[in-house]
C-alpha cells in the first residue's frame, strides 16, 4: 500500500463534471494497493494502524508556525482518492507498467475497507469515485507532502 498525503487548505474531486468530494482545510490523501496487498493476512491490521495515524500527524502549524498540530487539533478533514498509478514501474521504456497494482477487485475493496476505517477517526470524509476519471483540484499548503 502506497499512501501520498498533501496538507491542503482546500481540495477537491469532480467526476463527469460533477463534485464528488470536497473539503476546507485538511488533508488529501492518495491511496494505491499493490500487488504485495493482494492476498497479505496482515492488509486489513495495517490499514487500522494507519487510519488511526494519519489523524495524530503532527503535520499542521501552530500559532508559531512550528510544525507541531494534528489533523484532529486543526479540526480538518479528509479527501480519499484511489490512485493505482502509485505503482506506475517506469524502470523499462517510455511508457509506464501497472503489473505492480493489486487487482482492480481487491484494490477496490482495500480502499473502501481504508475510507471506512478512517471515517472512525475523522468527523468529516470525502472521496472520489473508486476506478472513475477524476480531476482532482487541491490548494496544497506547504507545500507540505508525506508518503508512507
Given at each position: 500500500m502506497r499512501l501520498v498525503i498533501q496538507r491542503v487548505t482546500e481540495a477537491s474531486v469532480t467526476v463527469d463534471g460533477n463534485v464528488t468530494g470536497q473539503i476546507g482545510q485538511g488533508l488529501?490523501?492518495?491511496?494505491?494497493?499493490?500487488?504485495e496487498d493482494e492476498n497479505s493476512p496482515d492488509i486489513e491490521k495495517e490499514i487500522d494502524k494507519i487510519?488511526?495515524?494519519?489523524?495524530?500527524m503532527r503535520i499542521f502549524?501552530?500559532?508559531n508556525d512550528k510544525i507541531n498540530l494534528s489533523l484532529?487539533?486543526?479540526?480538518?478533514?479528509?479527501?480519499?482518492v484511489s490512485q493505482f498509478t502509485l505503482y506506475a514501474d517506469c524502470s523499462h521504456g517510455n511508457r509506464p507498467s501497472f503489473i505492480n497494482a493489486c487487482s482492480p477487485k481487491r484494490a477496490e475493496e482495500l480502499y473502501e475497507y481504508f475510507v471506512a476505517q478512517c471515517r472512525k477517526h475523522v468527523d468529516t470524509?470525502?472521496?472520489g469515485i473508486f476506478g472513475a476519471d477524476m480531476k482532482v483540484r487541491l490548494l496544497n499548503?506547504?507545500?507540505f507532502t508525506v508518503v508512507l
Open positions: 488529501l490523501i492518495l491511496f494505491g494497493a499493490g500487488k487510519a488511526e495515524k494519519i489523524p495524530k502549524s501552530d500559532e484532529k487539533d486543526v479540526n480538518g478533514s479528509l479527501l480519499v470524509v470525502e472521496t499548503d506547504g507545500p
